[in-house]
C-alpha cells in the first residue's frame, strides 16, 4: 500500500488473509521488521516518515499492521534502515545463511502435513500476540510521565533556572522514588562529588524547606543549587567548596527535596517509548 495505506499495489498479501488476521499478518511480516531497525537506527516514526517522504501517519501504521508499504519505498526504506530485501521480508538469500537451529526447525516444519503446519502458525502468532499484550499492560502501567526541564541544578557553579524555559517530560519506571517525584534534574558539576557526579539525573519532591542533612535544590539571585541543607548555608560534599552562605536580598529559596539518583535502566527503552506513544494516540483517537 501507499503511505496512507490506500494503494492497490501488495507486496506478499495472501488472498485467504482478511480483517485483524491480515492485519496480524501485516504486523508479524512487516511492521516489526520495521519497527526494529528503526529503532535499531535511533530514528522515531516521524523521523523515519520525513527521510522517506511518506506522511506522519504512514509509519505508525505500518508498524502497526493497518496498512502495508507500497512496492515502491521498499528499496528506500530498506536503504535507510540499513538492511537488504531479504532481511525485511524475513528470508535470507539462501537457507544456508540461516544459523543451524534455524536451519534444522525450518527442515522439521517441511515434513509436517498441511494441517500440523497449521498449527505450528497459530501456536507462533499466539505467542507473539501474548508477548505483545504483555509489553503493551507493562508501558501502560509501569512508567510514571515526571517532568524534565532543560535547565541544570548546579552542583558548582550555578546554572540560572528560569520557569519559562522549554520542558519536556520523561517516562520513568515505577518505583517509589518515582512514583514521589515532581521533577528530574540533571546535576552539573562536580562540588556534590562522590554522592552525585556531573551529570546525573536527579529525582526531585517540591517542598519549600528541608530538615538539616537533607540534600535539596536551592535557587538564590536567580541561579539553581544542589547542595545539603544545614542551618550554617548550603554544603558541597566536595571538600574543595565553601559552605554557600547567602544574604536576605539573595532571595534563598528550597525548590525541593532530592530524592535519588535516576539510573539509565530506569528510562523507558526506543521501543517502549513508542508503545507508549502507541497507546497515547489511540486513547486521543477514543476522545474525538
Known amino acids: 500500500m501507499s503511505a496512507t495505506g490506500t494503494d492497490k499495489v501488495s ?3 495472501p488472498s485467504f488473509l482478511k480483517g485483524d488476521e491480515l492485519f496480524a499478518f501485516n504486523k508479524e511480516r512487516y511492521g516489526d521488521t520495521i519497527r526494529k531497525y528503526r529503532v535499531k537506527k535511533g530514528l522515531n516514526q516521524p523521523q523515519l516518515a520525513k527521510l522517506l517522504g511518506v506522511t506522519k501517519n504512514a509509519i505508525p501504521n505500518w508498524e502497526a499492521g493497518r496498512a502495508r508499504p507500497d512496492i515502491n519505498y521498499i528499496l ?10 531479504s ?3 524475513g528470508s535470507p538469500t539462501r537457507a544456508a545463511d540461516l544459523p543451524i537451529e534455524e536451519q534444522r526447525l525450518l527442515s522439521n516444519y517441511r515434513v509436517l502435513s498441511k494441517a500440523n503446519k497449521r498449527v505450528i502458525v497459530n501456536l507462533i502468532d499466539a505467542m507473539i500476540e501474548n508477548e505483545d499484550a504483555t509489553l503493551r499492560e507493562r508501558c501502560e502501567n509501569g512508567f510514571e510521565h515526571i517532568l524534565r526541564g532543560d535547565l541544570r541544578a548546579s552542583a558548582g557553579i550555578g546554572y540560572y533556572l528560569d520557569a519559562g524555559s522549554e520542558r519536556d517530560y520523561a517516562y ?3 518505583s517509589r522514588e ?3 517525584a515532581d521533577e528530574i534534574i540533571t546535576v552539573s558539576g562536580d562540588s556534590m562529588e562522590p554522592t552525585f557526579r556531573h551529570g546525573d539525573d ?5 517542598t519549600p524547606a528541608l530538615d538539616p542533612g537533607e540534600i535539596g535544590i536551592f535557587v538564590a539571585a536567580g541561579e539553581g543549587f544542589v547542595k545539603e541543607f544545614q542551618n550554617d548555608g548550603l554544603h558541597s ?20 527535596r532530592v530524592l535519588g539518583i535516576v539510573s539509565k535502566d530506569q528510562y523507558a527503552t526506543n521501543l517502549e517509548l513508542e508503545i507508549m506513544e502507541d497507546i497515547r494516540r489511540e486513547k486521543a483517537g477514543q476522545k474525538e
Open 87 to 89: 532481511t525485511f521480508f
Open 11 to 13: 507486496i506478499g498479501r
Open 76 to 85: 528506500a526504506l530498506c536503504d535507510v534502515l540499513d538492511i537488504s530485501i
Open 202 to 206: 536527579l529525582f526531585v519532591e517540591y
Open 172 to 174: 520513568v519506571r515505577v
Open 237 to 256: 560534599h566536595n571538600p574543595e567548596y565553601p559552605v554557600l552562605k547567602f544574604k536576605e536580598d539573595d532571595n534563598l529559596c528550597c525548590v525541593g
Open 178 to 180: 518515582a512514583c514521589r
